[in-house]
């Protein structure tokens, strides 16, 4: 599986990659509305890969399997979607996708990467815990921001936590 920079080219096939991994949340609790929920437009994938903010995962045959978008604020790195096509979830490929802008995020001097997520579900919070995201009991003005739009959309405001994943500082050998 190859993580590489999404091209403008990927854009048009983001959306169904999104789409097909929201299916998940087919079978969870008071949640099944978000498989066929609102789906990030093309044209916002196209605006991010300008930024060179997006990465995607590529199989060996050329397909896209999942994406990644982030955007930065400030000396942060907040990851807006992560994405893994039904048919290719539970291989590690949201793992390397998340190294991928955890590496990004070091190269450009970033302290820490964001996220806002679901505290309860298995594939959520307890799984960005295992990769060492910690949740913030006191998110801050931007993070707040993002859970209030966020609750105005209908998520469930009670189980949506923000969460921060410090950046280790590489020191240049003396
Ligand atoms: C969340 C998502 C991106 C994970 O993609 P993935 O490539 O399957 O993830 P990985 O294989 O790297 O799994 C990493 C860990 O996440 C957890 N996890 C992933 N999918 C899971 C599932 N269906 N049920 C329970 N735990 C899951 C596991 O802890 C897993 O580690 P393990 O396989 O060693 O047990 C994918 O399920 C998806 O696209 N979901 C729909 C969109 C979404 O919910 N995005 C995240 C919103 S915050």
Redesign the pocket.
Same mark, same amino acid.
């Given at each position: 599986m190859l993580i590489r920079p999404a091209r403008l080219r990927d854009a048009a096939d983001l959306p169904a990659i999104?789409k097909s =991994? !929201?299916q +998940?949340?087919g079978s969870a609790a008071d949640l099944a509305w978000l498989a066929d929920g609102p789906l990030i437009a093309q044209a916002e994938h196209e605006s991010r890969i300008l930024q060179q903010s997006v990465w995607v995962a590529e199989a060996d045959n050329g397909i896209l399997t999942?994406f990644i978008s982030t955007e930065i604020f400030g000396t942060e790195l907040h990851l807006w979607? +992560?994405?893994?096509h039904a048919d290719?979830?539970?291989?590690?490929? =949201?793992? /390397?996708l998340i190294d991928s802008a955890y590496r990004h995020a070091i190269t450009q001097g970033l302290s820490a990467l964001t +996220?806002?997520?679901?505290s309860d /579900? =298995?594939?959520?919070a307890? !799984?960005?815990a295992?990769r060492g995201f910690e949740q913030l009991p006191q998110p801050g003005p931007r993070l707040q921001d993002t859970l209030d739009a966020e609750a105005l959309h209908g998520l469930p405001p009670e189980r949506r936590i923000a969460m921060r994943l410090p950046v280790a500082r590489v020191t240049a050998p003396r």
């Open positions: 999104e =991994a !929201a +998940l949340y999942g979607e +992560l994405s893994v290719w979830q539970r291989r590690g490929i =949201a793992t /390397l +996220l806002t997520t679901f /579900l =298995a594939w959520c307890p !799984a960005y295992k």
